[in-house]
């Protein structure tokens, strides 16, 4: 896609976080497939209707395990798009596109933090 066409207001990088949705009463959790300053892309298990908006925690995985000494980034998130993956398996079947609600500049730096520590 050229830029020209690109719609993205912020870069997006191939970042896999521990993501956890809470849907009013209900948990679900999932996985980043790409983030950005302004959302992510996540995989997960259950279909999300679209303009759908949830509480949002990310954690930082380091090799398969939730790093304990990082905090989760906490924020407001709506699902702008959704998708299905027939061929993936079920845990990662469903695909939403995500827009976080505006971050302060603490949530900015932990993004930032993130997707340096990917590298």
Same mark, same amino acid.
């Given at each position: 896609?050229?830029?020209?066409?690109?719609?993205?207001?912020?870069?997006?990088?191939?970042?896999?976080?521990? %993501? =956890?949705?809470?849907?009013?009463?209900? #948990?679900?959790?999932?996985?980043?497939?790409?983030?950005?300053?302004?959302? %992510?892309?996540?995989?997960?298990?259950?279909?999300?209707?679209?303009?759908? #908006?949830?509480?949002?925690?990310?954690?930082?995985?380091?090799?398969?395990? #939730?790093?304990?000494?990082?905090?989760?980034?906490?924020?407001? =998130?709506?699902?702008?798009?959704?998708?299905?993956?027939?061929?993936?398996? %079920?845990?990662?079947?469903?695909?939403?596109?995500?827009?976080?609600?505006?971050?302060?500049?603490?949530?900015?730096?932990?993004?930032?933090? =993130?997707?340096?520590?990917?590298?």
């Amino acid at each position: 896609m050229s830029q020209s066409t690109n719609r993205r207001a912020h870069q997006r990088y191939q970042l896999h976080l521990n %993501a =956890a949705l809470h849907i009013g009463e209900v #948990e679900r959790t999932a996985t980043t497939r790409d983030l950005s300053e302004g959302g %992510a892309c996540i995989e997960l298990a259950y279909a999300l209707a679209e303009g759908a #908006e949830f509480d949002l925690a990310l954690f930082v995985v380091v090799d398969g395990i #939730e790093d304990a000494t990082t905090p989760p980034l906490r924020t407001r =998130a709506r699902v702008q798009w959704t998708a299905d993956n027939e061929d993936a398996p %079920a845990a990662t079947r469903h695909l939403a596109g995500l827009k976080f609600d505006a971050l302060t500049d603490a949530q900015r730096a932990w993004l930032q933090a =993130a997707i340096a520590r990917a590298g």
